[in-house]
């Protein structure tokens, strides 16, 4: 018996003593919550619109059935992906009067949100691949980009996101939990919950850190890379129009790899602030809100094959082409 009872204290240690955590939302005022409720409720109906838009327009549309619009198609899956695994949640609190998230299903937003936020960090560099290819290597272009080389693509990038996101996962579930159990944010995510761990994180952050390094900055490296060789032979280009052709795709793509890329290492190379908490709420809003929301306007806006497409599809009318 006595054994028993020397042994129970250290069993308690190594448990989770938190089985459900309380997210304190966007706002703590009551009064503001209905409006903000209804804002989140349009940017989730305009976000999931406009990339179904996106999508319908690739799939009737011949002239975008190319390699470059092959992956807009998955960006824009991946962006609808990435509003549902946060907002809808958020939304249902209010209406349901509870703030309490179980932990296994904190665990689960917290995978699937890294897996889409990974699997962006792939699909953004293979574009930018796509796009490399396209204006300094027309001539082989076609082979080099071919199906099997997008599916491949996709695959793999598929398979690099969920090791990122089952390494960060399997890691979080080593902490212990034991209270306070407030998460000053409106999903899970590692930086808020590292600070309530009640066990050291330091090997969590270095693991954040060295994998963040790989998932991200790997891409980034390849993207600069890509662009340098494509400026350099836009530049050469002698029709204005031409450059301005290839440009204005580029220009697309690189604005959303710098929303993407800016706000996401905002939000996770500066851990160990526990002032940042209200700031991370603004940069959780763009990271699952106002960047899925503005990825189809900023393919479309500049893109009139896509603008085309999109008002066939708005009114049933198929192209010849």
């Known amino acids: 018996i006595s054994l028993q009872r020397l042994m129970q204290p250290e069993a308690r240690t190594n448990r989770t003593a938190v089985t459900e955590f309380i997210l304190l939302g966007l706002v703590e005022t009551e009064n503001l919550q209905p409006m903000v409720f209804v804002l989140f409720l349009l940017a989730y109906m305009v976000t999931v619109g406009g990339n179904l838009s996106i999508l319908a327009a690739i799939l009737v549309e011949p002239k975008l059935h190319t390699p470059m619009y092959f992956f807009l198609g998955n960006l824009s899956v991946l962006d609808i992906g990435c509003i549902t695994v946060t907002v809808p949640a958020m939304l249902s609190r209010p209406l349901s009067y509870k703030r309490t998230v179980p932990y296994a299903a904190c665990l689960s937003q917290l995978f699937f949100f890294h897996l889409l936020a990974g699997m962006d960090c792939f699909l953004l560099t293979a574009m930018a691949y796509d796009r490399f290819l396209a204006i300094c290597q027309p001539l082989t272009y076609s082979t080099r980009m071919s199906q099997t080389v997008q599916r491949i693509l996709v695959v793999v990038s598929w398979a690099c996101a969920i090791t990122n996101s089952l390494i960060h996962t399997i890691a979080l579930t080593t902490l212990n939990f034991c209270g306070p159990n407030e998460v000053n944010h409106f999903y899970c995510d590692l930086p808020q919950l590292f600070q309530l761990s009640c066990s050291s994180t330091?090997?969590?952050?270095?693991?954040?850190?060295?994998?963040?390094?790989?998932?991200?900055?790997?891409?980034?490296?390849?993207?600069?890379?890509?662009?340098?060789?494509?400026?350099?032979?836009?530049?050469?280009?002698?029709?204005?129009?031409?450059?301005?052709?290839?440009?204005?795709?580029?220009?697309?793509?690189?604005?959303?790899?710098?929303?993407?890329?800016?706000?996401?290492?905002?939000?996770?190379?500066?851990?160990?602030?526990?002032?940042?908490?209200?700031?991370?709420?603004?940069?959780?809003?763009?990271?699952?809100?106002?960047?899925?929301?503005?990825?189809?306007?900023?393919?479309?806006?500049?893109?009139?094959?896509?603008?085309?497409?999109?008002?066939?599809?708005?009114?049933?009318?198929?192209?010849?082409?």
């Open 202 to 321: 330091q090997l969590n952050e270095l693991l954040l850190f060295g994998v963040g390094f790989i998932m991200a900055g790997t891409p980034v490296v390849l993207i600069i890379i890509s662009y340098i060789h494509v400026a350099a032979a836009v530049l050469q280009i002698r029709s204005a129009e031409g450059r301005k052709k290839a440009f204005s795709t580029c220009g697309s793509h690189l604005t959303v790899v710098c929303l993407f890329y800016g706000t996401g290492m905002f939000n996770y190379m500066r851990l160990g602030s526990e002032e940042a908490s209200d700031k991370d709420k603004g940069v959780g809003v763009f990271n699952t809100i106002i960047n899925p929301m503005l990825n189809p306007l900023i393919y479309s806006l500049r893109n009139p094959d896509v603008q085309g497409a999109l008002r066939r599809v708005l009114v049933g009318r198929r192209s010849l082409t």
